[in-house]
């Protein structure tokens, strides 16, 4: 996000478009040279701005886009990619953990099912390796009261094994965010997250495929 008085785009230092910050990665460079992400876009000093998409960034490490955002011979390491990527993850699950913590997140199948019913949901949230019997039924359930017509967004981006311990629950598959601050905090993340693995935002009509999707 920008800072106070900062603009809200940026020119993207690979694609030169012109793009919502929240669709870019901000860079630095550290005083070793050495390029840096800037997940919370807090970081000082100049910033150089790339598509928030891990093809993108490593065309900019290919192309030495950096160095020529920034004027002056950087260090783009191979595994910065990688590293983002991992960064972007650790956010991810922290805003979905805090999302417990605030009580914006329900867990297990029964209980996820109930709330599909009668609460105000902003998103469900299935494990990697969730079945696809389970996934689909709760899409069924979703589906006969939200219909195709409303949006709420269906996530796949993590195991059971990283859900549950982030959670500090055993066997977390299923889970359904509710509305407030720490849970729409947390969509965002995930979004963010699918983007820059260019994750395919399309879902089959059952629900079972796709990372963030809408129904």
Known sequence: MPRK???TERTCAVTREVLPVTELLRFVMAPDKTVVVDVKGTLPGRGVWVTAKKSVLQEAIKKRAFSRGFKEQVNAEEGLADHTDELLEQATLGALSMSRKAGNLIVGYSKVEAALKKESVLALVHATDASEDGVRKLAAVAASRFGKVDRLSVIRLFTSDQMSTHL????????????????????????RLAQFRDVSAGADDDGTKGAVTQD
């Open 5 to 7: 008085n900062e603009p």
């Open 168 to 191: 500090d629950r055993e066997n977390v598959i299923h889970a359904v965010l509710l509305a407030g601050e720490a849970g729409r905090n947390f969509v965002k993340h995930a979004q």
